[in-house]
């Protein structure tokens, strides 16, 4: 029987940085049910640092998160950010939208059609009403993000193993006996890193769910539309998030922007999603698409609030949330591992009271209650 001081449930971005968080002052264990780290959503996202997405919490973890990026101490000797820009464009009917987000963020720089043209070529001008440009979203590293993590973590002495799938927890005594394949391993605290998977391992702690749903989001890759240099143009699409796209490597991403509520599992594009999507992009373009040349999908999931659920579990001793992190939680782990890592040894956070609250698990419970 191996014992440690913490237990993180998940090998994804969220349980790998929590864990490097957490192993300056814990003895700390990863168990990730796959033979590699980052396989499920971590490793099937777009990438992006977008200070002004998502409510107010996630803005505020955003804001935490960005010093973090810019000087990764420990993670990485460079700044894991690069210059991407974000270009949301709004029809007739949409225009609503995009005022709302204007209003709510700041940075934003309103531009017509034409300019916006002018940044993503193909776009057609006819059916933009108005955009605007986000000059500082920026894409992210994340694989240099997870490596870093993962090199911090060992370095600080903690421990990672694979193909390790928690299929069992008990608690006697204070102390979580947690079972897995590679053998059975005890500590006072788990923390539930296990993306879609949450609700059900807080199942297994015998804990109530928190609602975190799994929501299908899926990727197309196309080649470059011909005799355009696409490696600059900022990430665009519609600001009702109907589809976005985004260069990569040479390629065109384009996303759908579904969100399809699903069980958890190994997840891949449905092709209709994906038709439907990508026939709203060409609405946008001028360029067909003629070929599809690979694509992928990935599960974010999603609180009833579409907030991050972290803390420890109201009514089930020692069992610690970090989930439902949706479609931010690349962006927001810098922020949510130093929380969590507060949280647990009992170090005063850095993050203000009222944004902890609103991530905390008790939300749900008194929900239950009331
Ligand atoms: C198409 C797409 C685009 C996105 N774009 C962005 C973006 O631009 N910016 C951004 O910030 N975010 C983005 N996201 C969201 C982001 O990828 C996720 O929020 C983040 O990766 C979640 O990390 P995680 O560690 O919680 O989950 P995961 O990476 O899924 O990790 C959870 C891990 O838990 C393991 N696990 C589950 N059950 C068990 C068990 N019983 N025992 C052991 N291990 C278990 C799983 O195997 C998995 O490896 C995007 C997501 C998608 C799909």
Redesign the pocket.
Known sequence: MSTADVIV???????ISAAAELATSARVVV????DQL?????G?????FILNYGNATLRALNAVAQPVFLEPEGISDRSLLSPRGELMLATEDELDALEKELGQSTGLERVTAAEAARMVPILRPEPIAAAYYEATAQDIDVDRMLQGYTRLLRARGGDIRTK???VNMARAGGIWQVETPTGPVSAPVVIN?????ADH?AGLAGAAPCGVTPMR?S?AVIPPPEGHEIDKWPLFGSVSETWYAKSESGRLLV?PADEDPVEAHDAWADDMVLAEGLHRYEQAVTVPVTRVERSWA???SFAPDRTPVVGFDAETEGFFWL?G????????APALSKLTAALVIGHPPAIDPKTIAALSPARFNSNQKG
Do not use: C, D, K, P
């Open positions: 449930i998940g090998g994804g971005i969220a349980g168990l990730e049910a796959e980052g396989y499920h959503t971590s099937r996202s777009m990438a992006m390790a799938r928690v890193a296990a993306g879609a998977w391992v989001r990727v996303s990935g599960l974010r989930a992190q949706g479609g931010y939680g690349v962006q927001t």
